[in-house]
Nanobody
Framework: QVQLVESGGGLVQAGGSLRLSCAASGRTFSNYAMGWFRQAPGKERAFVAAISRSGGSTVYADSVKGRFTISKDNAKNTVYLQMNSLKPEDTAVYYC????????????????WGQGTQVTVSS
């Protein structure tokens, strides 16, 4: 079992920045690829970013490429999502997840999920 707890969400103006954190406990963190997903009201959960077990590879959704950065600190059992140049359409509940794959972009490949943190971007 892996327990995931997100933090760092909040209200920010368009153009601003936020950094989300996801602290993991349980099994060896470095054995898992990590991902961030988001779900806006009335929409399905969508992939945002993923990072490989070692942290050496990353993948981003086109909508956030160049604005968001995912990183992983295996020593601290934490994955981060730095979000810059935020837009109102980034408003959603953001979830982190852990996968027993080298890297994964599809939600069905993730085994463990956090409870989510709300990000609201005002125009």
């Amino acid at each position: 079992q892996v327990q995931l707890v997100e933090s760092g969400g909040g209200l920010v103006q368009a153009g601003g920045s936020l950094r989300l954190s996801c602290a993991a406990s349980g099994r060896t963190f470095s054995n898992y690829a990590m991902g961030w997903f988001r779900q806006a009201p009335g929409k399905e959960r969508a992939f945002v970013a993923a990072i490989s077990r070692s942290g050496g590879s990353t993948v981003y959704a086109d909508s956030v490429k160049g604005r968001f950065t995912i990183s992983k600190d295996n020593a601290k059992n934490t994955v981060y999502l730095q979000m810059n140049s935020l837009k109102p359409e980034d408003t959603a509940v953001y979830y982190c997840a852990a996968a027993q794959f080298p890297i994964a972009t599809m939600s069905r490949n993730y085994d463990y999920w956090g409870q989510g943190t709300q990000v609201t971007v005002s125009s």
